[in-house]
């Protein structure tokens, strides 16, 4: 009992044990404040305030957008024009599908295998914003993201993305200068989370979207990084929640399909949803361990019931000159 009880032990702890390490990044995201990178409201300057001109310049000035073709959309045609209007000084980069896949052809051509078998339209969306903003740097803004003040006190750092909701960052509206290591880090990984979970919202989410971002990102800060490799957050007060907030958030979701409503009940629940998994876990490992001992019990109550009438005893065997057989095969 006792070699079967320990190997039992062994065998969960192993799961268990690989389990938490598949989950680590995303259990720790459940609980990220983003506290320690956020950009602070008493750190950005107000519009038109004195103090934006004697801030550094690190991110160039420029605006990467993407969209199908050089048709936008109405609905974010007034988005996309408040951008332009603020910000007649930047250079501004709308990236259609042809000049996107030009563009990795020529730039890094061991990723354009893996760019055209992206299954959905999205995924190399999402791509092509990492590879821009590492290559050139600037600002990538989301069609659904208009602007409601000038950037330029965002062009002081390094890097940065937003902080989203229920937890981890977004990668709708983020910056960066050129080669930073962060972005770099985010195209090096895309190939290695390109996997199909054929529930399309989470091989998007996971494999190129917010969700695929804030790993890459929480496994990048976890061991520290230089001031130069410091990746900054946009809180949601600077984002979008104030009258001085940079961005104003226009009707988006265009690749969002039916699965999109689970998802997202389950992000709004997401704490209610962790306990009961840990509950059931715990509840199938006692659920197992019963079993494991009730079937124990019994092989081993079998195996101390007595011989009937009919069956030689070991002795008698020997004695009537049987030949003497091993202890296990009698």
Known sequence: ??????????????????????????????????????????????????????????????????????????????????????????????????????????????????????????????AIRYFVLSHFGGIYIDMDDGCNRRLDPLLSYRAWVRKTIPTGISNDAMGAVPQHPFFLRVIESLQTYNRNWHVPYIT?????????????????????????????????????????????????????????????????????LTVSGFSLAITLYVTGFWIYKRLHLRNANYAEQPSPWWWPRREAAVGAGFKRLPKHEV
């Open 1 to 126: 009992m006792r070699k079967g009880l320990i190997l039992f032990l062994v065998c969960n702890l192993l799961i268990i044990g690989f389990l938490v390490n598949f989950l680590f990044t995303l259990i720790t995201l459940l609980f990220e404040d983003c506290s320690a990178d956020a950009i602070h409201s008493v750190d950005i300057p107000a519009p038109n305030s004195q103090l934006i001109d004697s801030r550094p310049q690190l991110i160039p000035k420029i605006i990467h957008q993407t969209w199908q073709n050089e048709t936008v959309p109405e609905k974010w045609r007034k988005a996309q024009q408040s951008c332009l209007d603020l910000h007649g000084d930047y250079e501004y980069q709308l990236w259609t599908n042809e000049k996107a896949r030009d563009f990795v052809v020529k730039e890094y051509p061991w990723f354009i295998e893996t760019y055209d078998r992206y299954p959905y339209p999205i995924m190399r969306a999402d």
């Open 204 to 272: 998007v989410m996971y494999g190129t979207g917010p969700l695929f971002l804030s790993v890459i990102w929480k496994e990048y800060i976890r061991w520290g990084t230089t001031e130069e490799g410091r990746v900054r957050v946009l809180m949601p007060e600077e984002y979008n929640k104030n009258p001085w907030s940079f961005f104003a958030v226009y009707k988006g979701s265009s690749w969002h399909s039916s699965d999109a409503k689970t998802i997202f009940w389950m992000g709004q629940h997401w704490l209610f």
